[in-house]
């Protein structure tokens, strides 16, 4: 994934300088990969992966999603077994609180979707992006992203996620700020009041 964004964007991104990962739900789009970086961070780079997600999700990270490829161990001679510990060092992510990460201030909220999820505030010095995680709409989270100078929102298909039409009934000026992320593959070809986010952009201030 680094290896794309890198390419789409110009913006040499290499996992080695990746610090920190926050997880916001387990379904596999938001999730898949974090195998393939455990073993590198553990075999190539002698590291854990510092990990930070909300309480619900770390409780069920290794058991229903990571255990059975990274518990059992071949050392060449025979079989070990390995913990969750031996590959990160797990970190709570506070809902409607501030956490500190690196030089980022986060804020979490929990969004209304199949799986515990959770919605991001960043902020680094004056500026605040905002991630609206997968969700149904919901009036109270548009309140909490409001305040971002940038809002990546999600919208899709079923009723755990936001439907467009709803979204294009917001304020000219909360639109305008909005990018839309996890639409299906042909929504880019409809007329859109809120502009679709793609692979490759890089958003500056």
Not at 115 to 135: F, M
Not at 179 to 205: K, M
Request: proline share 4%; net charge negative; aromatic share 10%.
């Amino acid at each position: 994934v680094l290896a794309s964004i890198s390419k789409e964007s110009g913006l040499d991104l290499r996992l080695e300088e990746v610090d920190s990962f926050i997880i916001t739900h387990l379904h596999g789009d938001h999730v898949n990969g974090l195998e393939s970086v455990s073993f590198y961070r553990r075999f190539r780079e002698s590291r854990k992966v510092d990990l930070w997600a909300q309480e619900k999700v770390l409780e069920d990270l290794w058991p229903k999603r990571l255990q059975v490829a990274l518990e059992p161990m071949f050392n060449g001679e025979g079989w070990g077994s390995n913990t969750c510990e031996d590959y990160f060092n797990f970190n709570t992510l506070a809902i409607e609180e501030t956490t500190r990460i690196g030089p980022f201030t986060v804020e979490a909220y929990l969004t209304l979707h199949h799986l515990p999820a959770t919605a991001l505030k960043i902020s680094a010095g004056d500026k605040t992006v905002g991630y609206s995680c997968d969700t149904r709409f919901d009036p109270q989270l548009i309140e909490f992203l409001s305040a971002a100078d940038l809002i990546f929102h999600e919208t899709n298909v079923g009723p755990g996620h936001s439907d467009y039409d709803q979204l294009k009934a917001l304020p000219a000026d909360t639109r305008g700020k909005m990018r839309l992320v996890h639409y299906q593959d042909d929504f880019v070809e409809n007329p859109s009041e809120i502009r679709c986010a793609q692979q490759g952009e890089v958003y500056t201030w």
